[in-house]
């Protein structure tokens, strides 16, 4: 069976005051359909970068990323735009929600930008923030919620219209320990539940022990960690 993701010697750098900056220096690896990957590393070593790649938010200088056998620079820009709308969800580590509006109006823009119908997406989101623990909250401004609960909205949001793949960013990075492990814990259950492949870049290395597999990324390369 296939790679739900492969890379293939990938280079990516960039250009820093005139000067190249080389990030990563012929990555090669395959994410399986449904695995739970941690990505560990040191401050600035190009996780974040291999991420991006992931989700199409940047591409490889040179070498390939493929998703289901299809070299991701072969899409167009409107195929980029709906593989990162659509296929792939996206939790960070500070949570990028509106403040202007409420919980489940957060949750619900992925789907109104697809351009789902109104009523859809609301029970959509409704549902989704049930399940991650906030029914009480959802009319709630996301500018009065605690850490956890707006991690939780942002988790709510990248799942809301079932992506195959979540993709995240130190989901735990600004949260207490006792908040972060529930975190932690909420990914590993959706993934389960979900049935979606999961990708977690991360310093925490409690939740990268409890993923299915972890690889840490040292001077350009990946290594198994």
Do not use: W
Not at 127 to 150: C, F, Y
Not at 184 to 212: K, Q
């Amino acid at each position: 069976m296939s790679a739900l993701y492969s890379f293939h010697d990938v280079f990516k750098s960039y250009d820093e005051g005139g000067k190249t900056l080389e990030i990563l220096k012929g990555v090669n690896m395959d994410i399986e359909e449904g695995e739970q990957l941690a990505i560990v590393g040191a401050s600035g070593s190009g996780k974040s970068t291999l991420l991006h790649l992931l989700g199409v938010l940047d591409s490889p200088s040179s070498g390939s990323v493929l998703f289901r056998g299809r070299d991701m620079a072969d899409l167009t820009a409107d195929e980029q735009a709906h593989f990162r709308n659509r296929t792939c969800g996206y939790v960070f580590q500070f949570h990028h929600l509106l403040a202007e509006f409420s919980a489940v109006e957060n949750v619900a823009m992925p789907g109104i930008i697809a351009g789902l119908g109104k009523a859809e997406i609301f029970a959509r989101a409704a549902t989704m923030l049930e399940r991650v623990g906030l029914k009480d909250k959802a009319h709630a401004q996301v500018t009065n919620l605690s850490g956890g609960e707006r991690q939780r909205v942002a988790i709510a949001r990248a799942l809301v219209l079932r992506p195959s793949v979540l993709l995240a960013d130190e989901p735990t990075g600004n949260l207490d320990e006792a908040t972060g492990q529930q975190v932690a814990d909420l990914l590993r259950e959706l993934n389960r539940e979900l049935g979606m492949t999961m990708v977690v870049v991360t310093h925490n290395r409690d939740l990268a022990r409890s993923m299915d597999r972890c690889l840490e990324l040292r001077q350009g390369l990946l290594f198994e960690a």
